[in-house]
């Protein structure tokens, strides 16, 4: 696969959530809404459009095989095939978002 990088209106949206933490509430606020007007300025600055929230909806077409190791996977792991795909699934695109931050 070839290199990819994060837009910094991507990384924006990917951090918005992220830089926060421990800050007073007004304090809060004032930064979220400063964060979100810099994402929106950045987005009409490249020419694109703002992503939306994700749904929470994943609808995935994948090989019948894959498909019954992921249950027994999730079953061996204690956990719904759902369970188990948001861990593994997340994990993955936490890797995979720091490697492109810090590349």
Known sequence: MGETTLSSATYSAWTIGSAFTGRPSLSLT??????????LSDCEQAGRNPQKPASG???LRIDPDVHARIG???A???ESVNQWAE?????????????????
């Open 76 to 78: 061996i792991s204690g």
């Open 30 to 39: 004032e930064d979220f809404h400063a964060a979100v007007d810099h994402y």
């Open 57 to 59: 909806k994943l609808m």
């Open 87 to 103: 861990e593994v699934l997340g994990r993955a695109a936490r890797e995979v978002l720091e490697h492109a931050i810090h590349a």
């Open 72 to 74: 027994i996977a999730a």
